[in-house]
């Protein structure tokens, strides 16, 4: 059967987010949410649960969001819960300026026994990331990251080049290699 070769899931494991990104489908350009968003959810953990039992071939669960931070999900430790007990690799999306440096430093402690990541999304340094990822705060960033990343966890730095950002492309990539 098909679902015996699936081994890799993106699950959107939440529609809400705290940022306010002028391309997200979410909201309109950064101002308000979207007429198509009529209610904000979290997945089911018993739906997911369902679904991934339909699929023996699972290795890897990455949580993304196109119309959703997964951190802001209600259950996503339960979901990350589930993945680890299953011994799946996962992945995490986010803008990572949700919760608190305690919440990522557990995180961190949770996923240093794998080959787990976080990639955080981080266009800009300073003063210059805030222009697209609205809403989010980079030293907030910075402080989550650096308490994921001091307990275990394997960080990646997502940047997406802009016009107003790529200016920084390497001097943030001289700050990432100290």
């Known amino acids: 059967m098909i679902h ?19 391309a997200c489908p979410r909201n309109n350009q950064g101002k ?19 679904v991934i039992t339909t699929l ?7 949580f993304c969001g196109n119309l959703g931070d997964p ?6 430790d339960e979901l990350i819960d589930i ?13 990572g300026s949700l919760r608190n440096a305690q919440w990522w430093a ?7 026994s794998h080959e787990h990541d976080v990639w955080f999304g981080i266009d800009g340094l300073a003063g210059v990331h805030e222009i697209y ?8 960033i910075i402080e989550n ?17 802009f016009e107003h950002n790529q200016h920084q492309i390497k001097p943030a990539l001289v700050l990432s290699q100290k």
């Open 4 to 22: 015996d070769t699936i081994t890799w899931l993106h699950v959107e494991s939440s529609n809400k987010c705290n940022a306010w990104c002028p």
């Open 32 to 50: 308000g949410l979207s007429d198509r968003i009529h209610q904000l959810v979290d997945l089911d953990v018993d739906r997911f649960s369902e």
């Open 56 to 62: 023996p071939g699972l290795r890897t669960v990455q």
């Open 71 to 76: 951190i802001a999900g209600s259950n996503i």
């Open 83 to 95: 993945c680890l007990a299953k011994q799946y690799k996962i992945q995490i999306h986010t803008n």
């Open 106 to 112: 557990e995180l961190g402690t949770k996923l240093s």
């Open 133 to 140: 990822r609205q809403a989010t705060s980079f030293d907030k």
């Open 145 to 161: 990251a650096q308490a994921f990343i001091s307990h275990g966890g394997y960080a990646t730095w997502q940047f997406i080049p």
